[in-house]
């Protein structure tokens, strides 16, 4: 006889279905007999360890270096922008001359 059978014929009729139903959530007689079938927790799973440190290698901090880096990463950023900016302004004028050149061949 499993552990399930032994609490079934104890419980007042809770069948195996009802422990794995939304009626754990609602019938508090369900609930009572899951929560007791529930294994028993390991305390120990949570015990808080130490952690280790972990120590980055610290350079030498090189402020002109990292200022060029930074105007070099704007003027970057803003080439890119007028670039893509420009693309799609290409783009835009070539679909409104194709459509204006279709308009003049259908008329």
Partial sequence: MSRGEAH????GGIEAWEL???????CPEVRKLALELLPEPDTAAFVA??????????????SA?????FCAA????????????????FF???VVVALALLAELLH
């Fill in 74 to 89: 704007i003027v970057g950023y803003t080439l890119w922008r007028l670039l893509e900016t420009a693309r799609i302004a």
């Fill in 92 to 94: 835009s004028a070539g």
């Fill in 8 to 11: 079934r014929e104890t419980d």
């Fill in 49 to 62: 360890r130490p952690r280790e440190l972990v120590l980055l290698p610290m350079g030498p901090v090189d």
């Fill in 20 to 26: 794995h139903s939304e009626l754990v959530l609602v």
């Fill in 65 to 69: 270096q990292r200022t060029l880096s």
